[in-house]
């Protein structure tokens, strides 16, 4: 995905850019997905029945409502094309004026409401020093089917969509997967990716009943530390949640932008 904008930092063009690369590798994991480079949008668009991997991305700068709108409803157009539900993905900071003050409530007119408030993040972190707390062993994992229903629940999806919306054994082969167990139960797992010459972290999730304990954090540095010994490669990007947000402030990273996903208000 190609966007610049001259009033945009070049971290923030890095972190949209890395954002929409990483939505284009999942999507085109499966048989009919739809990956589009427009003007003002970048459709990844996985069509299948977890909403996580069906995103549009508005791409284009808007400094005024009707403006904005205009590239929202073109959005909205095409995924209603779309045989399964999804998400549409906003950066915040490219939205001044009346956009940026109007584009909750023009989406929301569009059957679209605030899903999960994000923050672009990047750090050169390595080496990490890696800990687990007692009790928790962490591992290198392939197993994509834990993954994707950790995340599923995590997420408050029900289990059954990750079941059906699982990426293919060649992702998990060239990813760096990591899974943090108590046993054999799996609590904790994170995942990087090469994108861009960078090293990309996603699908971070922690069970419900384990959070606030150390965790997620462990499981994180092992991952980025698994995927820099492996590629060395030392600039790592994510897209964080407001929850997730402290765990990485701590790992190193730092703030670049701001992003919202949107989701169908039926969902």
């Known amino acids: ?19 929409g690369l990483a939505w284009q ?24 029945e977890l909403p996580f991997y069906n995103t549009i991305f508005l791409t284009g700068a808007a400094n005024d409502a009707s403006s904005f709108r205009l590239l929202a409803e073109e959005a909205v157009a095409i995924a209603n094309r779309k045989k399964m539900p999804g998400l549409l993905t906003v950066c915040n900071d490219l939205l001044t004026g009346s956009a940026k003050e109007e584009a909750d409530t023009i989406l929301a007119e569009l059957g679209y409401t605030v899903r999960i408030p994000m923050m672009g993040m990047v750090a050169e972190p390595f080496p990490l020093a890696l800990t687990a707390p007692t009790g928790l ?21 029900p289990a059954e969509l ?9 992702f998990w082969k060239n990813a760096y997967t990591s899974i943090g167990y108590e046993e054999d139960r799996p ?12 090293l990309y972290l996603s699908l ?22 698994t995927a820099y010994a492996a590629t060395g490669l030392t600039r790592t990007i ?13 790992i190193g990273y730092r703030d670049v932008g701001k992003f919202t996903w949107y989701m169908q208000d039926h969902q």
């Open 137 to 157: 062993r962490i591992e290198r994992s392939y197993d994509g089917d834990t993954v994707t229903e950790m995340n599923t629940v995590a997420y408050h999806m």
């Open 204 to 225: 971070v999730a922690t069970a419900e009943g384990a959070r606030r304990k150390g965790y997620g954090e462990a499981v994180v540095r092992h991952a980025l530390q």
């Open 187 to 198: 609590l904790c797992t994170a995942t990087v990716t090469v994108l861009g010459g960078v």
């Open 1 to 19: 995905m190609e966007m610049k904008t001259e009033h945009i930092s070049e971290e923030l063009y890095e972190s949209i850019n890395l954002f």
């Open 238 to 250: 994510l897209h964080a949640t407001e929850d997730g947000k402290p765990v990485y402030t701590r």
């Open 162 to 170: 990750g079941r059906s919306s699982v990426l293919t054994p060649g």
């Open 25 to 48: 590798a999942f999507a085109e994991e499966f048989e009919g997905a739809e990956v589009k480079k427009l003007d003002n949008l970048f459709v990844t668009w996985a069509d299948t």
